[in-house]
C-alpha cells in the first residue's frame, strides 16, 4: 500500500494551490475564443464593431457550425494540451526541488520510483478533469450560440478525438518530468516543450511528422494537412517508447543521480 | 564498522569537478551520543550529511547508518532517521498540520504523532496556519517537528539553531538532551559556531577543507579552554619581538592586542620587558581563550 500512500500525499500536496485553478482558467479561456469566433463569423455585422477581429475571423474561412466548432476545440485540447500538460507536469515535478522540499521526501523510507509514479497519476487525473470540464464548458457554449450541424454522432466523435489528443499529449509528459528533474525547477522543462513543439512543426514540414513525438497530435488533429483518421501503428510504437523511455529516465535520475538542491 | 556505531564512514570522498568536498572521512558516531560535527561554511559538512542520508553518491569509500549500508536510491535505515538539511523548508501551500501530516504518512507513524509533535515544538498557535507565512525561525521549528515525528533513533541535523532566537536554542538544546537522556536517541548535529554546541556535545569532529582534522570528547573540549595573558600595548609589533627576546615562545597579535600564552606565572616579566623597552602598556590582564578561537585557530580562521 506505500503507492497509495505516496498517491494520497502528491494530492494533498495540491490543496490551496493557484496553480491548479490557473491551469483551469487557461484552458477555459480556449472554448470561450473558439466560440466567440463562431459568434463573430456568424454576426458578422455586429462583430464589425470589434475591428480587426472581425475581419480576420471572415478572412480564415470559418463556419459557424458544430463540425467546424468541434475541429477548433481538438486542436486546442491537442496543441494547447501539450503545452499546458507540460506546465502541469514541470509545476508537480519542479515544485519539489523549487521549494527546497526533494531532500525531505528523498531521505523517507518510500522508493523513490513511487513519487515518480504517483506525481504521473496526480498530472494525469489533474489534466482528465481539466479536458472534462473543459469538454463541458464547450458544449455548454456551443449551444448557447445555437450552432448548426449538431448530431450525437458528431458530439461522440468529437469528444473521442479531443480525448485521444489529450491522452498523446499526456505520453508525451514523462520527458518533461524527468527534465523538471534534471533542471531542478519550471523553467527547464517549459523550456524545453516549448523547443519540442518549435521542432515538432519542423518535423511535420519535413515528412517525418508520423514519427517525431511531438508531430504525432498536430497530425492526428488535422494541424498538419487533413486529420487522419487513425494513428499509424509506428506513431503508437514511437509514443509507447517516449512514454516509457520518460518514466524510466525520471526514476533513474531520481534513484541514482546526485539529489544536491 | 562497530555494533555499537550509529553513523559509521570508511574512507567516505565526495569530488565536484576540481573540488574535493569531502576527503576519506572516517567517522564513528556511537549510539546514544550527541555527536557535534563543526566546520566553517564549505568544509564539507552538507555534503557529508547529503552522503549519510543517501541525497548524493559517495565518490569512494562506504556509509552505515544503523547497521545499514547506505545507497543512493535506497530506502535503508530511513524508517528510523530523522533529519534536516541545510534550510528549513516546507510546502508553503500547506499549513502546519498538513505538512506534518505528509511526513506522518510517509513515514507510517501514528495520527496521534502529529499532534504530539506540533505540541512538543510549540507550533499549537499555528498549527493551522500556510507554512508560507511562517517565520524563518518558525520553518525551523516545523522541520524539526518533521524531523522528530516519526520518533527517529537517530537524527541528522544540519544546523539546526539557525534562524532560532536565543530562547529558542535553549529550548531545541533541551530537548535534544532529553530524547538522548530519556529515548536514547542519537544525535548528529552539524554547525560552524562551536560556542552553540559546545556545552550540549558528547564529541565534536572538526571538518575543514574535506578532512575531518580532529576529534574531542568533553573533557578535550574543557583542557582546550586556555587561559593567557592578554596585553594592551603601544607599538605591539615591537612588542612581540621584544617578548620573543625575553623567552615567551608564544605570543600573539592580533587587532592592536597580545596574547601571551604560557605567561601566568610570569606576568611581572611581561611587564617589565615592554615597560623597560619603553613602551606604553594600556592593559594587562589575565583572559580566558574560548573554544572558539581554537576552532577558527584549526580551520585558519581569526584571531
Redesign the interface.
Given at each position: 500500500m506505500t503507492f497509495a500512500?505516496?498517491l494520497?500525499?502528491e494530492f494533498?500536496?495540491l490543496?490551496?494551490?493557484?496553480v491548479t485553478w490557473v491551469t483551469l482558467a487557461a484552458l477555459s479561456l480556449g472554448p470561450l475564443a473558439i466560440a466567440l469566433m463562431m459568434w463573430i463569423v456568424r454576426e458578422p455585422g455586429r462583430a464589425a464593431q470589434l475591428g480587426l477581429l472581425g475581419t480576420k475571423a471572415n478572412l480564415s474561412g470559418l463556419t459557424a457550425t458544430w463540425p467546424a466548432y468541434f475541429s477548433m476545440l481538438t486542436m486546442m485540447v491537442g496543441i494547447g494540451g501539450m503545452l499546458l500538460m507540460s506546465f502541469i507536469v514541470a509545476y508537480v515535478f519542479g515544485r519539489e526541488y523549487v521549494?527546497?522540499?526533494a531532500?525531505?521526501?528523498?531521505?523517507?523510507?518510500?522508493?523513490?520510483h513511487w513519487f515518480v509514479l504517483a506525481k504521473l497519476v496526480v498530472a494525469a487525473v489533474w489534466w482528465a478533469l481539466l479536458v472534462v470540464a473543459v469538454l463541458v464548458e464547450s458544449f455548454a457554449l456551443g449551444a448557447t450560440l445555437g450552432l448548426p450541424g449538431f448530431s450525437t454522432t458528431l458530439a461522440v466523435t468529437a469528444v473521442h478525438d479531443a480525448l485521444l489528443a489529450a491522452a498523446i499529449a499526456y505520453l508525451l509528459v514523462p520527458i518533461v518530468a524527468w527534465i523538471a528533474m534534471l533542471g531542478r525547477g519550471y523553467l527547464p522543462p517549459l523550456g524545453f516543450a516549448l523547443a519540442m513543439l518549435a521542432l515538432g512543426d519542423v518535423f511535420s514540414k519535413t515528412g517525418w511528422a508520423a514519427w517525431f513525438p511531438w508531430s504525432i497530435v498536430p497530425l492526428y488533429i488535422g494541424a498538419i494537412g487533413q486529420p487522419v483518421t487513425t494513428i499509424a501503428s509506428g506513431s503508437i510504437v514511437v509514443l509507447a517508447l517516449t512514454f516509457v523511455a520518460g518514466i524510466a529516465a525520471t526514476i533513474a535520475q531520481?534513484?541514482?543521480?546526485?539529489?544536491?538542491? | 564498522m562497530s555494533a555499537d556505531s550509529a553513523i559509521a564512514t570508511h574512507a567516505l570522498t565526495k569530488r565536484y569537478r576540481n573540488v574535493l568536498a569531502v576527503d576519506a572521512l572516517d567517522l564513528d558516531v556511537r549510539r546514544g551520543e550527541i555527536y557535534g560535527f563543526l566546520g566553517r561554511n564549505g568544509a564539507g559538512k552538507t555534503t557529508t550529511i547529503r552522503m549519510l542520508l543517501g541525497l548524493i553518491r559517495p565518490g569512494g569509500g562506504e556509509v552505515e547508518v544503523l547497521g545499514s549500508r547506505v545507497q543512493p536510491g535506497a530506502t535503508g535505515p530511513f524508517a528510523r532517521v530523522g533529519c534536516l538539511v541545510e534550510t528549513a523548508t516546507a510546502y508553503p501551500n500547506l499549513t502546519v498540520r498538513e505538512n506534518l501530516d505528509i511526513q506522518r504518512r510517509l513515514t507510517r507513524a501514528p495520527r496521534a504523532a502529529v499532534a504530539e509533535v506540533i505540541e512538543l515544538m510549540r507550533l499549537g498557535g499555528l498549527a493551522e496556519r500556510p507554512a508560507r507565512v511562517l517565520s524563518l525561525g518558525n520553518k525551523q521549528r516545523l522541520s524539526l517537528a518533521r524531523a522528530l515525528l516519526h520518533r527517529p533513533e537517530l537524527l541528522i541535523l544540519d544546523e539546526p539553531a539557525n534562524a532560532l532566537d536565543p530562547a529558542g536554542i535553549v529550548e531545541i538544546r533541551e530537548l535534544l538532551q532529553a530524547l538522548v537522556s530519556e529515548h536514547g536517541v542519537t544525535v548528529f548535529m552539524s554547525s560552524h559556531i562551536l560556542t552553540e554546541i559546545a556545552h550540549l556535545v558528547d564529541r565534536i569532529g572538526i571538518m575543514h577543507e574535506g578532512r575531518l582534522i580532529e576529534e574531542l570528547d568533553r573533557d578535550q573540549l574543557r583542557a582546550k579552554e586556555r587561559l593567557y595573558v592578554d596585553v594592551g600595548v603601544s607599538e605591539p609589533a615591537r612588542a612581540v619581538a621584544l617578548l620573543a627576546a625575553a623567552g615567551f615562545a608564544h605570543v600573539e597579535h592580533a587587532d592592536g592586542r597580545l596574547r601571551v600564552y604560557d605567561a601566568l606565572e610570569r606576568v611581572p616579566e611581561v611587564a617589565r620587558a615592554l615597560v623597560g623597552a619603553g613602551l606604553d602598556i594600556t592593559e594587562l590582564t589575565q583572559a580566558h581563550e574560548d573554544l572558539e578561537a581554537h576552532f577558527l585557530r584549526l580551520t585558519g580562521g581569526a584571531p
Open positions: 500512500r505516496v494520497a500525499t494533498l500536496k490543496r490551496r494551490s493557484k521549494e527546497g522540499t531532500k525531505n521526501l528523498l531521505a523517507l523510507p518510500v522508493g523513490r531520481l534513484r541514482w543521480a546526485d539529489n544536491a538542491q | -
